[in-house]
């Protein structure tokens, strides 16, 4: 159904209460084309009023122009401020009387106003033959298209056209450039200041920005947004006006701040203090390397571990590292690492079957057991398997490691 009176009086006698959940949404896009078409109806009964002539109240003739004292009549009817009244006027006169088209659309409750204003914000002061155009191109599409997308498409379309409008909008907006302050319902104040430059807001920007985020790394104890609106305030009211920029971070870091202030709380119960924790534990000493003549620290080479049979010498824990070497011991094998067979018989300590301990050597003998080495017996074994350590030896020079994988 389309806007109009039918459809509010339609739209009057639901209940949405009573209303099924899958048909709200269709009531509300039936009041949101409504709203539109009543909004239409709005913006033309204000233009009226600008058009009527005060002098004759019972005439029904309009003025070619607008009087001058039409917002008044507005804002005293309506019980408007002074700012309210002048801009809802002036995007009424827009629309009625250079965007026909739009005003069209909304009445007809394709657009909304939020999109109707992006249309008057882009083509309002363009000539009549370049409105036309934009508005072929771009009207048909807005119903399904966000206020975001209208606007890239028109600045895009009046770059194409006229790329100079932009630049008189630029100029014009830059000359009635100001300042305002008001404050707000908190009880704080809020300072603006409108028809600025981009590039000289961001260059005021950048530096209240960079002071700031010196000052926080001074130690500050307040926030980068309290540190910033701080420096904002100082700049303008003098406090800062003459001090560089050091002069001005040493200054703001040494400010104490005042905490906000805290209700008072009910007095807790103290508890009493827990236990002491456990020290922790010394870590590792950690093992030296295994690169020089071995020592007494070094870790020994592991028992049960097969020895590889041959002329190996093995160095004696009393040798020193004289060039001369001893044969020493193997360690005694686990009954697994040994093949049984015909003639096996239990190794003892010695590597050899039914060898028992001699008395060592004394004396001269002693000097004879150290000149040269002394074989090791051969001892067979089964074959090494891959999940196996090759076993280790000890060696008696200092230029190999101390103990080495054979």
């Not at 005694?332 to 300590?349: A, E, F, H, V």
């Not at 067979?380 to 008696?396: A, D, K, L």
Request: net charge positive; charged share 25%.
């Amino acid at each position: 159904m389309p806007p109009g009176p039918e459809l509010g009086a339609a739209l009057a006698e639901i209940e949405l209460s009573a209303a099924p959940a899958a048909e709200r949404s269709t009531v509300l896009e039936a009041w949101h084309r409504q709203d539109s078409h009543t909004r239409a109806g709005f913006y033309r009964a204000m233009v009226a009023v600008g058009y009527a002539d005060p002098t004759a109240p019972d005439s029904a003739e309009d003025l070619p122009d607008p009087h001058l004292d039409w917002t008044d009549e507005v804002r005293a009817a309506l019980a408007w401020t002074r700012r309210a009244a002048d801009g809802w006027s002036d995007e009424a006169c827009t629309l009625v009387r250079e965007l026909p088209r739009v005003l069209a659309a909304l009445h007809e409750g394709r657009i909304d106003p939020p999109k109707a204003s992006v249309f008057v914000r882009h083509l309002a002061g363009l000539p009549p033959a370049q409105i036309a155009q934009l508005c072929a191109l771009v009207l048909p599409r807005a119903p399904r298209w966000t206020t975001s997308q209208i606007s890239r498409r028109l600045r895009r379309l009046i770059m194409e056209i006229d790329p100079d409008h932009y630049e008189r909008l630029f100029r014009r907006a830059h000359a009635r450039r100001g300042v305002g302050a008001y404050v707000t319902e908190d009880g704080t104040a809020t300072i603006t200041a409108s028809g600025v430059a981009p590039e000289t807001a961001d260059a005021a920007v950048e530096r209240i920005d960079h002071l700031a985020h010196r000052i926080r790394r001074c130690g500050h104890p307040g926030t980068l947004d309290q540190i910033r609106v701080d420096l904002f305030t100082g700049f303008l009211d003098g406090t800062l006006h003459t001090l560089s920029d050091d002069e001005i971070v040493h200054a703001s870091s040494s400010t104490p701040v005042s905490p906000p202030p805290t209700t008072a709380r009910p007095e807790r119960r103290t508890r009493q203090s827990p236990a002491p924790r456990r020290p922790p534990r010394a870590p590792f000493p950690q093992r030296r390397p295994t690169q020089g003549p071995p020592t007494q620290d070094r870790p020994r080479p592991r028992r049960n571990r097969r020895i590889r049979g041959g002329a190996s010498t093995c160095r004696s824990r009393s040798a020193r590292c004289s060039g001369s070497t001893t044969a020493r011991p193997p360690c005694r094998t686990s009954d697994r690492s040994r093949p049984r067979g015909p003639g096996w018989s239990r190794p003892t300590r010695y590597g050899r079957p039914g060898a028992t301990p001699s008395p060592g050597p004394t004396g001269d003998s002693f000097m004879q057991a150290r000149s040269g080495p002394v074989p090791v017996p051969t001892i067979s074994r089964r074959p090494r398997t891959r999940h196996r350590q090759r076993p280790r030896v000890w060696s008696t020079c200092s230029s190999t490691p101390v103990c080495s994988r054979v």
